[in-house]
């Protein structure tokens, strides 16, 4: 399979409760390379992600026990969290999901490769 680098999804506001900001989609293999993170807020959000491995075929849930990353962003910034090595998401239904303090402040766009 070739892989295919790429922008993962399009850009989207991250929700105060963790919600799916990526799904991988069936017979797919994906690597997560590198998050953008924009706060638009004029105070600061913090943003949790979290890598969800699927539940019997559905998407599962956020907890601390899946969470990989709490990023405090100022007012204005923006981030670009590289990964040193790539998540790998195999499973139909893995996500990657996210949170942070106020909803519809803070954009993300996913960077990275996916065999198809």
């Avoid at 699927?54 to 910034?77: P, W």
């Amino acid at each position: 399979m070739a892989r295919q680098y790429t922008r993962l999804v399009d850009i989207q506001y991250v929700a105060s409760t963790a919600g799916a900001i990526y799904t991988n989609p069936a017979s797919t293999k994906s690597y997560i390379k590198s998050f953008i993170l924009f706060n638009g807020n004029t105070s600061s959000e913090t943003v949790k992600l979290y890598n969800v491995p699927d539940s019997t075929g559905s998407a599962g849930t956020a907890g601390v026990d899946n969470q990989f990353a709490e990023i405090v962003l100022a007012a204005g910034e923006t981030l670009m969290f590289d990964l040193p090595y790539p998540i790998t998401i195999i499973d139909t239904n893995d996500t990657i999901q996210a949170s942070t303090t106020t909803s519809s402040k803070v954009t993300v766009q996913i960077l990275g490769d996916k065999d198809a």
